[in-house]
């Protein structure tokens, strides 16, 4: 009499399922991220794309375009190693779904010849599959049941065998289609990643070629790097002037105990809006909108290279972001406008509170908020300046600690990447 086994290839079929349902979710989580990051990159390079046109129309080389096609570069760099993550995520998803592919076919095949020999087994003994005479044959009640039970079980087991051959192919169909698009989508890949490449040579040799032109205009350029760190160090010292005077308005003894001999320190203080505000604004750091629409990023907060003349190194108390002429700027999050301050020769900026932070915005050509104006999220402060052909909206971000000391903070860590 024909047995069933323990059905060793069933149980491999149905782990072989789970593990491809399983793992499914976080590769295609994981190849979402990179899709999205490259739709971001894409995006970024058509806007700075944009800009670069736009300096290249003016007949000259200047230091923005220099400054965007190094933003470029750096972009179009971080988008080939974002398809190099994406290449290594589907050679990972095809080798998977080799490997797939050959258990599921080698389960089919179990599938089959067990199935077979179940066939033949039943053919062998059709005899005994007359149910009625095999049934009445039997010498007792309890053996005629366990004679039906045992008729039942077999035709079940078949049909049970018949399911998940039908299971198998059908994963394994599943699989090989699969195999197929990851294969295209490579493929694909591959045919951007080269265009990119070449899209990127030809950046750094634009590059290159404004270089030259720009270096042959060192005294003039040095001229003008003297103009902006003068109007650098006016906008610190404003800023400076009117961060300490709400400041002192808002200083009250420290509660910590003072030394021998000396008077107690001040600490600064918030009202309770204040400090609901602050920590709001805490809250969405990473997440607060850019202050231009559209833009790229030129000149990173700190110390840093200048972009033409070799040995000198610039101080950037914020971020640049290049953007199209007359564009508007926005605040980055609610507050009240604490101070609208004006910089001979290097237009108004706008100071907007926000509990112990300020933003500062700055190099506008006119500003469309009072001192005391209360504003909202991506409300517009003014509109951009343009000088030299070059528009470049300014953020600055500054905290005040607790004992009133002033410290300037990187607005690139706050904003949406």
């Not at 990179?34 to 129309?57: H, V």
């Not at 107690?264 to 309770?272: D, G, K, V």
């Not at 040995?311 to 007359?326: A, F, K, Q, S, Y």
């Amino acid at each position: 009499m024909y047995r069933r086994s323990s059905s060793p290839w069933s149980k491999l079929l149905t782990l072989v399922l789970l593990v491809g349902f399983c793992t499914a979710p976080a590769a295609a989580q994981s190849r979402k991220e990179l899709e999205r990051k490259r739709d971001a990159l894409d995006a970024q390079i058509k806007e700075t794309s944009s800009l670069i046109d736009k300096a290249r129309s003016q007949q000259r080389s200047t230091e923005q375009q220099v400054q965007l096609l190094d933003a470029q570069i750096r972009q179009r760099q971080e988008l080939i190693n974002t398809m190099n993550s994406e290449l290594f995520r589907v050679d990972q998803d095809i080798q998977n779904g080799r490997d797939s592919t050959r258990l599921l076919e080698a389960d089919l095949e179990k599938l089959k010849d067990e199935y077979a020999r179940m066939v033949q087994f039943a053919f062998m003994n059709r005899s005994a599959y007359d149910r009625l005479s095999y049934i009445f044959a039997a010498e007792s009640f309890a053996q005629a049941f366990r004679r039906s039970r045992y008729l039942d079980q077999l035709a079940q087991q078949r049909r049970q065998q018949a399911v998940l051959i039908t299971g198998a192919r059908t994963a394994l169909g599943n699989k090989l289609n699969d195999l197929e698009a990851r294969k295209a989508e490579k493929s694909r890949l591959l045919d951007k990643q080269v265009v990119e490449t070449r899209k990127l040579n030809d950046d750094r040799s634009g590059q290159q070629a404004a270089l030259t032109g720009l270096r042959k205009q060192e005294g003039q350029l040095r001229q003008t790097l003297t103009k902006q760190e003068r109007q650098r160090q006016e906008l610190a010292r404003a800023i400076r002037k009117a961060i300490e005077a709400e400041v002192a308005k808002s200083r009250k003894p420290s509660s910590k105990p003072a030394a021998p001999g000396k008077a107690p320190a001040m600490e600064f203080t918030m009202t309770p809006e204040a400090k609901e505000l602050n920590a709001d604004f805490e809250k969405n750091k990473g997440q607060l909108p850019w202050p231009v629409e559209k833009g790229t990023i030129t000149s990173s907060f700190g110390k840093q290279a200048h972009p033409v003349l070799k040995g000198i190194m610039i101080e950037n108390n914020g971020l640049d972001i290049g953007c199209l002429p007359g564009a508007p700027v926005r605040a980055i999050f609610r507050g009240e406008v604490s101070s609208v301050i004006v910089i001979p020769g290097a237009g108004k900026a706008v100071m907007v509170s926000h509990g112990a932070y300020r933003t500062v915005y700055s190099n506008l050509r006119d500003v469309a908020v009072n001192k005391g104006d209360r504003v909202e999220t991506k409300q517009q402060v003014g509109t951009v300046m343009t000088e030299d052909g070059a528009s470049t909206a300014h953020i600055e971000i500054w905290k005040i600690g607790s004992d009133g000391q002033l410290q300037k903070v990187d607005p690139a860590a706050w904003l949406q990447q």
